[in-house]
């Protein structure tokens, strides 16, 4: 149960840490904190936003094989805004390789399948902002569909 503010509101419906605070605050949430601690969250860290970085890198295309030094960035980014970086993978494929072969019939539903994946996390974790890096045709649709009706703090690049 979260606590009311002022003006009647849940206090997850307001300020920075909207949706984190729901899975870091309270006794009933030790063990989530013990999690977070487990990948190296210090006792401050539970009260910055915790954004979400989602990787779409991979070594099967050379559109996305730079895809982790850019999240890698983001990271640095995020904590030099006082936030909590949480870094995290998602699938990419290559239509350019599959072209031609039983395979291409998994292309165009791989952007579902990323948007899902992205979808998931987010929602599982109530990260407070996500950065969605994506580097071709298939996996930018799934890095920028799965937010819409999401009204968390959100970026998507292309590189």
């Known amino acids: ?14 300020g920075h840490r909207r949706y984190s605070k729901l899975v870091t605050e309270t006794n009933a949430r030790a063990a989530s904190r013990g ?14 936003s915790q954004v979400g970085i989602a990787s779409t890198w991979g070594t099967i295309t050379p559109c996305n094989m730079h895809i ?33 072969t039983e395979g291409m019939k998994y292309s165009l539903v791989s952007r579902e399948v990323i948007a899902d994946s992205i979808e998931t996390v987010v929602g599982c974790q109530s990260y407070d902002g996500i950065v969605t890096i994506g580097g071709c045709d298939k996996n930018m649709p799934g890095c ?11 970026y998507c690049f292309y590189i």
């Open 1 to 14: 149960m979260t606590a009311k503010t002022q003006s009647g509101e849940s206090g997850h419906r307001r």
């Open 35 to 48: 999690m977070l601690y487990g990948v190296g969250f210090k006792k401050a860290d539970f009260q910055k």
């Open 68 to 100: 982790n030094d850019l999240a890698e960035h983001a990271a640095r980014g995020v904590r030099k805004a006082k936030g909590m970086p949480l870094t995290f993978g998602t699938i990419t494929v290559s239509d350019g390789i599959s072209m031609g």
């Open 144 to 154: 920028t569909s799965w937010n819409t009706q999401w009204s968390g703090c959100r």
